[in-house]
């Protein structure tokens, strides 16, 4: 069967082999697997810490967790109440159907829609659709956003947010190159003043590596980049995501994560596109479409050497 549901999980099956297993807690990608042309064996593509919580209990450390409706602590005043990457990850989701099952690829949709949990803490009516598709060579992550408001007051009850795909790609740390960010504006938010994480700079690398605690914020990012270690790559597209968080812990951050694994900071980069400076903005009953597309790259191609 190309989809199987069992405990709280979702698992996608291509008839070449490759796979992708979510969590309906938080739509979490917690496995994505594929292979090259010239390496077909199905490959594990994503980082998820061996001391991730798989349990519904809180946010997976790892894979890709959905960010809604706000990046890191809440600035917006409709999220005032809200936790830190809101709360889009902590849920559970709805199954609501399978989209398309064909030799070409296999789609499933989740849905999330206003609970008193939610309600709690966020009043702003909404309905996500999550759209999660396998090919054989790549993984395409959909999310939608429509604002259900009814009201015909003027201005507008619009529905404000920010939206990201927390991508843990598994990947050598030391030896991972981002690229083309080159000449793009970034805030940098490992400065310890908040004056120089307000500051923005300008990337001056050919390609960005995360050999040091990395947290960076590229603003009006390219729609493509590439990421890429000896041996192995993927190549991101997206559309609607203007932004991109580059993020490595390394040793200096990653140790006070309870939930990361020791030395799990070498083993990834989180390539995160999303819409996080500022806030996109949806009139009553329209929709906005994030979307991302990793594809494995097949032929081992860098910019420069480390």
């Not at 005043?77 to 296999?106: I, K, N, Y």
Request: glycine content about 8%; charged content about 20%.
């Amino acid at each position: 069967m190309p989809v199987h549901q069992a405990n709280g999980s979702v698992i996608l099956t291509h008839p070449k082999g490759s796979s992708v297993e979510l969590l309906l807690y938080g739509a979490t990608v917690i496995s994505w697997k594929a292979g090259t042309i010239t390496s077909p064996e199905p490959t594990e593509r994503l980082f998820v810490s061996s001391k991730a919580a798989l349990d519904g209990s809180k946010p997976v450390r790892g894979g890709i967790p959905v960010v809604f409706p706000c990046f890191g602590a809440p600035t917006h005043p409709d999220h005032s109440r809200l936790a830190q990457h809101g709360f889009a990850r902590s849920q559970v989701w709805t199954f609501h159907s399978t989209v398309m099952d064909s030799d070409a690829g296999v789609s499933v949709r989740l849905t999330l829609d206003p609970t008193s949990s939610i309600g709690s803490t966020y009043d702003k009516p909404f309905h996500l659709a999550y759209v999660v598709t396998l090919e054989e060579h790549q993984l395409s992550t959909d999310l939608h956003v429509t604002n259900t408001s009814t009201s015909s007051a003027y201005p507008p009850d619009n529905l404000e947010f920010q939206a990201l795909f927390h991508n843990y790609i598994r990947a050598p740390a030391n030896q991972v190159l981002v690229f083309p960010l080159q000449n793009n504006k970034y805030y940098d938010k490992t400065e310890t003043t908040e004056e120089g994480r307000n500051n923005v700079k300008a990337e001056a690398r050919t390609a960005v590596d995360v050999r040091e605690f990395t947290d960076s914020v590229y603003e009006d990012a390219p729609p493509q980049y590439e990421v890429t270690w000896p041996g192995g790559g993927v190549k991101i597209e997206v559309k609607g995501l203007k932004d991109v968080v580059i993020w490595n812990p390394q040793r200096v951050a990653g140790t006070k994560l309870t939930d990361m694994e020791d030395g799990g900071w070498e083993k990834f980069v989180c390539v995160e596109p999303g819409y996080v400076r500022g806030f996109a903005k949806i009139e009553p009953g329209k929709t906005w479409v994030g979307q991302q597309v990793i594809s494995v790259i097949h032929h081992e191609r860098r910019t420069n050497q480390l």
